[in-house]
């Protein structure tokens, strides 16, 4: 299985521009889930995905950010505009029926917000 | 919600020695505890869970101890190798219908000296 697949896997942007980051879960999941990892906050759950709808998206910081699952295989997570603060790696995951079963992270995206 | 604490958030073994991490949760309801493994530049990666209606749980050289009356579980890595080093993520959630929110503690960073 080629695992969850993220890109891209580094990005540098310039404060103000749209950023957006692209997932595809591992085929046969109907779960999927957008984290924010930081050295302050750890792991956050930014939103959450299951059979394509956005279930919670409590997670997500602020109207700068949004995200959409137009089909099984595929999600993307948005910033726009984006800030320095927004500087982080974002990870996508995916499961089987939500967490009832193992969660799969992809290998992230790593990005910095100048 | 469900609040999970981690200690320590550093920890330096030598090589053959064991390595514990603890962990404590706050939601008595959760039921499923999966611990990750995060190496450099790549996404956490299960390496052992645990449910409720376990006590251990050991697999080669890692094990996981729960003890739901004092809301804590633990990862034990026996003799530690230089590849174990990495950071270790604990986390919690319920595992049921609807449930899909794993909340994780902040990490400990293990690293193994040859």
């Known amino acids: 299985d080629a695992g969850v697949i993220q890109s891209p896997r580094h990005e540098v942007t310039e404060m103000g521009q749209e950023v957006t980051l692209r997932c595809k879960p591992i085929?046969?999941?109907?779960?999927l889930f957008w984290y924010r990892q930081t050295m302050m906050r750890g792991l956050e759950l930014l939103i959450y995905?299951?059979?394509?709808?956005?279930?919670?998206d409590s997670g997500m910081p602020e109207d700068r950010f949004s995200a959409k699952m137009p089909n099984a295989s595929f999600s993307t997570l948005k910033i726009q505009p984006s800030e320095p603060r927004d500087s982080a790696v974002y990870f996508c995951?995916?499961?089987?029926?939500?967490?009832?079963?193992?969660?799969?992270f992809g290998e992230g995206s790593w990005l910095t917000v100048v | 919600g469900e609040n999970v604490e981690q200690h320590p958030s550093t920890l330096s073994v030598q090589e053959g020695d064991s390595a514990v991490i603890k962990c404590t949760y706050s939601d008595s309801a959760s039921n499923y505890f999966p611990w990750y493994k995060q190496e450099l530049g790549k996404g956490p990666q299960l390496i052992i869970d645990?449910?409720?209606?376990?006590g251990e749980k050991k697999d080669q050289r890692i094990a996981v101890t729960l003890n739901k009356t004092a809301k804590h579980f633990s990862l034990h890595i026996t003799e530690t190798q230089p590849e174990d080093s990495a950071v270790y993520f604990c986390a919690a959630s319920m595992r049921g219908a609807g449930s899909y929110q794993l909340t994780f503690g902040k990490g400990t960073k293990l690293s193994v000296i040859p």
């Open positions: 085929s046969g999941h109907n779960s």
């Open positions: 645990i449910r409720s209606n376990v």
């Open positions: 995951a995916s499961s089987h029926s939500g967490g009832r079963n193992t969660i799969y």
């Open positions: 995905f299951n059979n394509n709808v956005p279930i919670d």
